[in-house]
């Protein structure tokens, strides 16, 4: 596991942002395929990927890939398209990503990271408040990870989740602080901690609504019987 520190700034606050995202899987034809991407060929795929990415990432920004960025191995193509990214991009190993081939791609930008990521984050408010967030970023969703009761998060990839549609894992039940930052639910764009922290919010909501409707029930059952 390997701890990274950043610093970033808040809604309104000039400076760098950060971004999250997973399987794009640049060069994979079948991708579009199975999970239903609206284009026809990989390199209609990728020349979209590229720009979305750009659309909303600056140079100075932070972005975190949570695993499968290529389908190809090959050093050379791989550093062609990282080459029209912007930003310091943060790799970390998804289960088709060939690790020898991104290492051997010479960008002082690109930091190739373990399976499992502690992120800490020093976030400063419009007013100069500094706000302190923890992330465990994996490829993987994790059943339990570092300080989850206390608010971590984990952010994850490869289920290919969908709006409206759970992935390829239905079964999983996950905690409100969880996130696939997959393309495929993103509308094949990285999200923005802004965008992630209103999300997480409207599921922490969630949870302790039901929690105390649960709780209620349970006390209803208990004093019925």
């Known amino acids: 596991m390997q701890n990274i520190h950043i610093q970033i700034a808040g809604y309104g606050v000039e400076g760098p942002n950060m971004f999250f995202t997973s399987d794009p899987h640049y060069g994979h034809r079948n991708v579009i395929r199975f999970c239903d991407r609206p284009y026809d060929d990989v390199k209609e795929m990728s020349t979209s990927l590229i720009n979305n990415w750009n659309s909303v990432v600056g140079d100075d920004d932070y972005v975190f890939?949570?695993?499968?960025?290529?389908?190809?191995?090959?050093?050379?193509?791989?550093?062609?398209v990282l080459s029209q990214l912007k930003g310091k991009i943060f790799i970390i190993p998804g289960n088709h990503d060939k690790m020898e081939s991104y290492y051997r791609v010479d960008d002082p930008r690109?930091?190739?990271?373990?399976?499992?990521?502690?992120?800490?984050?020093?976030?400063?408010?419009?007013?100069?408040?500094?706000?302190?967030?923890?992330?465990?970023?994996?490829?993987?969703?994790?059943?339990?990870?570092?300080?989850?009761?206390?608010?971590?998060?984990?952010?994850?990839?490869?289920?290919?989740?969908?709006?409206?549609?759970?992935?390829?894992?239905?079964?999983?039940?996950?905690?409100?602080?969880?996130?696939?930052v997959g393309v495929d639910f993103w509308n094949y764009t990285p999200v923005c901690w802004e965008t992630l922290k209103h999300k997480f919010d409207t599921q922490k909501q969630f949870k302790y609504k039901y929690e105390r409707l649960f709780k209620m029930i349970r006390q209803i059952i208990k004093d019925f019987f």
Do not use: M
């Open 65 to 80: 890939v949570l695993g499968d960025l290529f389908w190809f191995n090959d050093s050379h193509s791989i550093k062609r």
């Open 110 to 180: 690109i930091v190739i990271c373990s399976d499992i990521v502690n992120l800490f984050v020093e976030e400063t408010e419009a007013d100069g408040t500094i706000k302190h967030h923890q992330f465990v970023l994996s490829h993987y969703p994790q059943a339990t990870w570092t300080h989850r009761e206390r608010g971590a998060y984990n952010l994850f990839g490869h289920i290919h989740s969908k709006a409206g549609r759970d992935g390829f894992d239905q079964d999983l039940i996950l905690h409100w602080n969880q996130c696939d």
